[in-house]
């Protein structure tokens, strides 16, 4: 999907919400689709990071963004029905939704699995994206157009020695990205998942150490699935697995 261009407004108007919008993949999308025209809504946990896009954005001259600081490894059911509330107050409606944060744990055997660990992974890649989801759809229901990205990887689609829980976990998002797509199908929103493959993060170096980054693609590199799936091109395009490569 390297080789889609999207128009230069075709985000214009839209709202979307980008988790794990500090850094990494997560940062490249939130930006892309501010540049695209989109209002996003940056959520993560560190403030800082989300502060830096914040300011990148707003000195581009894309549209103003705005920042929901949230660690969603605590987070709760009312947290998340109060960000809810405070979207449609703000803006009425939600046009889009990446579920990108999450965590990749330590790689080992499955002997060597440490449970409360794996629970963690669990919480911030899978339960946290159910009760963001979960609350989230009423207002993403009043777009005309509305679609939720889930990330999943190459781990979560056949799964591979050590990687242990977030392999798991990520075949836990494709599950989810189905169940929800099939509920969704013939509605205003739409469920897909993308796999970034192999792109230049904090993540992928902390999982392959020994590895040249440069080799690698950036995430400004693979956004053009990205914008796909954001993008009314992908109207019809419902509980579909997408390759970022
Ligand atoms: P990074 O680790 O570089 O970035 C992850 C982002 O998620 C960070 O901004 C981080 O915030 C945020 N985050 C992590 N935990 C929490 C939490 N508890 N609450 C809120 N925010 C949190 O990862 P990538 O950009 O590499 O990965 C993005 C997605 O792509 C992930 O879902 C990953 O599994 C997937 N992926 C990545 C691949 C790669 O090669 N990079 C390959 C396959 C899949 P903070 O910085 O504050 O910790």
Redesign the pocket.
Known sequence: MLEYQAEQNSLSGKVILV?????????AAAIKYAQYGATVIL????VK?LEHVYDEIEQAGYPQPAIIP????GATEQNYKDMADTIEEQFGKLDGLLH?????GALGPFEHIDIPTAEDIFK?NVTSQIMVTKSLLPVMRKSDSASIVF????VGRKGRAYWGPYAIS?FATEGMMQVLADECENSVVRVNSI?????R????AKAYPGEDPLTLKT?EEIMPTYLYLMADDSKEINGQELNAQ
């Open positions: 988790t794990g919008a500090g850094s990494g993949i997560g940062r959520l993560g946990r560190t990071k949230l660690d969603l490894k990108n944060a999450s965590i990749v911030i990330t999943s990887s190459g990520k796999n970034p493959g192999a792109t993060t904090e993540m992928r995430p």
